[in-house]
């Protein structure tokens, strides 16, 4: 088994041009990322297909080292959680995912963790148990506790900043009238059903964040209690 040591140096073999790697992987998504989900398609292409596609050569190093038998599952993981999913949800604090693209990153997120254990659909091992063997949340804790936190920030923000701003702000064009059909999904939205889910009205939400460790604990303890 390669200990954590030995697979970091290994990372560090030629780290100029991993550097350049990740950088153009992340300018590509933000190049194509127009809307949301197709930000969400170019970010999974690589997770749902094996990286067998359009970034096989530029982390084909990456993929043999989390599917090698020779290194340790932890050391896998954590290399996942810093690399894999750290790119792919890049921003996502902000999305306003919709149910169906939350499930596509809940599929590729899965795809990646059976691979980490060489596990196939084959072997009809349920996602539960396969979080159980890597340590991993499901995509959608992972999502709103990444929104909360990103609110918690947002809320302690000084009034004169661009974020706070928006968060009140009320948009009204003039004579602009909305379409028939249920209104487009927004962050707001997302964000006040994960406080409902947490107990937390908005206004208990804006005093609880004070409390900068206060509040990150009550996340945490909201997506564990989910969990269970």
Known sequence: MATLRQCTTCV??????????????????????KSIRAACIVKIAPVGYGVRFDLATEINWLWNLLTSTNINVKVKTRLYEA????????????????????KSLDAGHHRWQRSI??????????????????GQQTMDNILRERRLRWLGHVFRMDHKRIP???LYCQWQVPGYKRGPGRPR???????????????????????ADLDRHGWRRSVAQCVQLDTG
Do not use: H
């Open 12 to 33: 560090k073999v030629n780290r100029k041009r991993r550097l350049i790697t990740k950088r153009k992987y992340n300018m590509r998504c933000k190049s194509r990322s």
């Open 83 to 102: 690399i894999i999913l750290s790119t792919l949800l890049y921003g996502a604090d902000v999305w306003p995912l919709t149910a169906t693209l939350t």
């Open 117 to 134: 254990l060489g596990i196939s659909w084959k072997d009809r091992i349920t996602n539960v148990e396969v979080r159980a063997r890597t």
């Open 164 to 166: 706070q701003q928006a």
């Open 185 to 207: 999904a927004n962050w707001r939205g997302a964000v006040s059903k994960d406080l409902r889910k947490m107990g937390f009205t908005w206004e208990e939400a804006e005093v």
